[in-house]
């Protein structure tokens, strides 16, 4: 097994566990992110997951580029559908995704910890697309993520010169949402995760939907997508629960997932 799941308190962590190959993306350790994940769909016990590498070198290093090397145009075109199905399912996951990036998180890796909805950065971290170097364009959604993310000239200077970004440029350009030592990362996950959790799920799923979608569509169109969330949220317990304890000035509430 290249990928390791483990549940705690409402809060998935999922480990990419190939330590020989800097925890780099193959068909295989693809197939079984993705089978994570379905299987996390599943429980309604998660309320947030985290994402890591294994180790305190690597993230994802990037793709398996053993493995790509000899492909032909169709095969690789395939390889690149697989992927970026497999981000897909984690960008649009049903509740919060936090990448916890420990190291390396090159070409695939940065991809993968794009696709994620929060990046925290070990200062040891180092992202960076290095697929031109390589005679090859990223194939798992850095080319849109990465312009969606930073800003499209940055992205082109990023992709087109393949420069790595340390932890500190990447908080600067707003590709990580903070920095930590590194003994703190998963601390930091944690905490965050846990704060997420405490909130109301449904609303936080339907707040993920409509920043999702909405980033799809012109503002109109985003606006459209925000009140049809706004109105789902009615028509669950949790927000009965929610407001009512807000006027009875009530601390700590329990949300039920309902």
């Known amino acids: 097994m290249s990928v390791l799941v483990d549940v705690k308190d409402h809060v998935a962590t999922v480990t990419i566990s190939r330590p020989e190959a800097l925890n780099a993306l193959n068909t295989a350790t693809l197939k079984e992110l993705d089978d994570a994940f379905i299987q996390l769909d599943g429980n309604a016990d998660v309320y947030a997951v985290i994402v890591t590498g294994a180790g305190d070198k690597s993230f994802v290093a990037g793709a398996d580029i053993a493995e790509m090397k000899d492909k032909d145009v169709a095969a690789a075109a395939e390889f690149a559908r697989v992927g970026n199905a497999v981000f897909s399912r984690i960008e649009k996951f049903r509740c919060p995704v936090i990448a916890a990036v420990n190291g390396f998180a090159l070409g695939g890796g940065c991809e993968l910890s794009m696709a994620c909805d929060i990046r925290i950065a070990s200062t040891k971290a180092l992202f960076g697309q290095p697929e031109v170097g390589l005679g090859i364009t990223p194939g798992f959604g850095g080319t849109q993520r990465l312009a969606r993310l930073v800003s499209p000239g940055i992205a082109k200077e990023l992709i087109y010169s393949c420069r790595n970004v340390k932890?500190?440029?990447?908080?600067?350009?707003?590709?990580?949402?903070?920095?930590?030592?590194?003994?703190?990362?998963?601390?930091?996950?944690?905490?965050?995760?846990?704060?997420?959790?405490?909130?109301?799920?449904?609303?936080?799923?339907?707040?993920?939907?409509?920043?999702?979608?909405?980033?799809?569509?012109?503002?109109?169109?985003?606006?459209?997508?925000?009140?049809?969330?706004?109105?789902?949220?009615?028509?669950?317990?949790?927000?009965?629960?929610?407001?009512?304890?807000?006027?009875?000035?009530?601390?700590?509430?329990?949300?039920?997932?309902?």
């Open 167 to 258: 932890a500190d440029e990447a908080l600067k350009i707003g590709l990580v949402n903070s920095v930590v030592e590194p003994e703190q990362l998963m601390e930091t996950a944690v905490s965050m995760a846990q704060t997420i959790c405490k909130k109301a799920p449904l609303a936080v799923s339907y707040a993920k939907k409509a920043i999702n979608e909405g980033l799809q569509l012109d503002i109109d169109g985003g606006i459209a997508v925000e009140v049809r969330e706004f109105g789902n949220c009615f028509a669950t317990e949790d927000q009965k629960i929610g407001m009512t304890a807000f006027l009875n000035k009530e601390k700590g509430v329990q949300f039920k997932n309902k």
